[in-house]
Nanobody, 114 residues
Framework: QAQFVESGGGFVQVGGSLRLSCAAS????????WGWFRQAPAQQREFVAS???????VYTDSAKGRFTVSRDNARNMVYLQMNNLKPGDSAVYYC????????WGQGTLVTVSS
């Protein structure tokens, strides 16, 4: 069964930056489109950004211009560089494959304080 381990979250002030990482195992990593998702308290999980096998990227309007998704097929890693963070970015962040996500990892918590 595929496993995803997210890391890199933390507490940051408004305008700060964080780089999230996702380590994937037991999966044919390079063949998939990878996505980042987030879930704030009492809200549904939502899509943030994705990167295809040929490095085409997609972002929500909220993430565009502030977040950058990247991948390293040799290391089975996906990254999300987040800049100019806002309180609305506070959430647990997850990685998974698209278009049909598999079992979810534990996520990594991002807290943006004003």
């Amino acid at each position: 069964q595929a496993q995803f381990v997210e890391s890199g979250g933390g507490f940051v002030q408004v305008g700060g930056s964080l780089r999230l990482s996702c380590a994937a195992s037991r999966i044919f990593f390079s063949a998939y489109t990878w996505g980042w998702f987030r879930q704030a308290p009492a809200q549904q999980r939502e899509f943030v950004a994705s990167i295809s096998p040929n490095n085409l990227t997609v972002y929500t309007d909220s993430a565009k211009g502030r977040f950058t998704v990247s991948r390293d097929n040799a290391r089975n890693m996906v990254y999300l560089q987040m800049n100019n963070l806002k309180p609305g970015d506070s959430a647990v962040y997850y990685c998974n494959v698209l278009p049909r996500p598999l079992s979810w990892g534990q996520g990594t918590l991002v807290t943006v304080s004003s």
